[in-house]
């Protein structure tokens, strides 16, 4: 998975980012244990997350890169406590370093940020962009040990596969479109002149944007459950968008007269 999938699939990326000074001392967790415990902080973490950082949308990059750095702050404790199965180091420990550059990179990317930088603005941050890479292909390392062994978790690792080229899907007649589980759907869609098209947040935990790729059109971050933004199509065409924050999520509307 790509930065585009972290960078707001960010909550559960960063939520389990808070086991970055892991590996704590003690007996070593069962395998089961280990990866049960990584989901349940995964999931404590990105409430606070939620909670903390995204309650307001007028937080700015600096104001959002400090509360992020809070939350990390207080969960390392739990985190630290935790102490996988020796055949489990490795991965660990790549997920330690990897989280740590990425930790660094956040708190970079707020000094950096201009003084009316937003939220979004923060996870847009190129060197955020280039540890994500990293970090994702950690958390993701981890999730397939995990699915090897047969065990259910959920470690922050979303990665869906390649994306799909809305160009090739035949369209359906809608005015309504859905964001989740890192997709539009329907990814194409085809509506008459003077339509007004409705993009609606679903369940995702993760905050997406509705961005035409020739700036007709361009949403606010929609980051909660049942957000929405409307954009009416006057003139016939085919507009390509794509998720600003998840560069991998994309779409069409074809627009006939």
């Known amino acids: 998975m790509s930065w585009s999938r972290l960078l707001f699939g960010f909550l559960l990326m960063f939520a389990t980012a808070a086991f970055a000074a892991c590996g704590g001392g003690g007996d070593p967790l069962s395998d089961e244990e280990y990866f049960a415990r990584l989901t349940e902080l995964d999931r404590d973490v990105s409430g606070r997350i939620e909670e903390q950082v995204f309650s307001s949308e007028e937080r700015s990059a600096r104001e959002g890169a400090d509360a992020l750095s809070g ?21 660990h420990d790549e997920l330690v370093d990897a989280i740590d550059e990425w930790r660094d990179a956040v708190d970079a990317a707020g000094v950096r940020a201009a003084g009316d930088a937003s939220l979004l603005d923060l996870f847009r941050d190129q060197e955020l962009v280039q540890a994500d890479g990293r970090l994702t292909a950690a958390f993701c390392a981890l999730q ?15 990665d869906t596969g390649e994306p799909i080229d809305p160009s090739t899907l035949t369209p359906e007649e809608t005015t309504e479109v859905l964001i989740e589980d890192f997709s539009f759907q329907p990814a194409h869609i085809q509506v008459q002149a003077g339509d007004t098209v409705t993009w609606t947040h679903g369940v995702d935990s993760e905050p997406h944007t509705v961005s035409a790729v020739d700036g007709t059109f361009d949403s606010e971050n929609l980051a909660g459950e049942g957000d929405t933004f409307r954009f009416t199509f006057q003139d016939p065409g085919e507009y390509t968008y794509f998720c600003e924050i998840h560069l991998d999520m994309q779409g069409l509307v074809t627009v006939s007269e």
């Not at 939350?71 to 991965?91: M, N, R, T, W």
């Open 144 to 158: 397939d040990l995990a699915d090897e062994k047969g065990i259910e978790a959920d470690v922050g690792c979303d």
């Open 71 to 91: 939350i990390l702050d207080d969960a390392l404790g739990d985190y630290e406590s935790l102490a996988p199965a020796q055949e489990l180091e490795d991965e």
